[in-house]
Each structure stands twice: as structure tokens, then as C-alpha cells.
């Protein structure tokens, strides 16, 4: 059975361009991994109505599905939740 979870993020985004939201945007995404197979999808989303000059307030919802009888391998720190495991970790 896959557990699921759905968490809201806000995001405070300062300058920039759609490129650079789309980045941050799948950092986060990547950030809210615990587990090599866990998947992690964007639901929603929506600007808030908190805007300052040059900085734009964003809710992002996002599901975090996992299969507890197989997890991979547990990130531990975040650098490999952006860039992988290294080959010498390989199970």
C-alpha cells in the first residue's frame, strides 16, 4: 500500500525570471524526498495576495507518495537528494 501526505509550502520569490521559479520550484521538490523512490508531485500552485516590491508570495502543494515495502535508499543529506547517490554508495 503507498502512504501518502500532502504539505503546503510557501515560497517567497525575489527577482527573477519563469526559469529561475521553475528551478527553485523542483529544489523543493527534490527537497521534500526522505527516500530514493519517493515521488513527489505539485498539486497547486497560487500566488498569495502578499506582495512587496520585487518579491512575489507562492502556496505550493505538494503530494509526497511512498511504497514503505520499498523505499530505496535513505538520503542523508541534501546534496543527494539534488544530485543522486555516488557510485561507491551503490547497494
Known amino acids: 500500500m503507498i502512504e501518502s501526505y500532502e504539505i503546503d ?4 520569490f525575489y527577482r527573477g525570471g519563469e526559469e529561475d521559479l521553475e528551478q527553485t520550484i523542483e529544489e523543493m521538490v527534490a527537497y521534500q524526498k526522505t527516500y530514493e523512490h519517493d515521488q513527489v508531485t ?4 497560487k500566488e498569495s495576495g502578499s506582495t512587496l516590491e520585487q518579491r512575489k508570495q507562492y502556496i505550493i502543494t505538494l503530494r ?3 511504497d514503505p515495502e520499498n523505499p530505496g535508499r535513505r538520503y542523508e543529506s541534501e546534496e543527494e537528494k539534488l544530485f543522486g547517490f555516488n557510485e561507491d554508495q551503490a547497494e
Do not use: F
Open 9 to 12: 509550502v510557501v515560497l517567497n
Open 42 to 45: 505539485v498539486l497547486q500552485m
Open 64 to 66: 509526497v507518495e511512498r
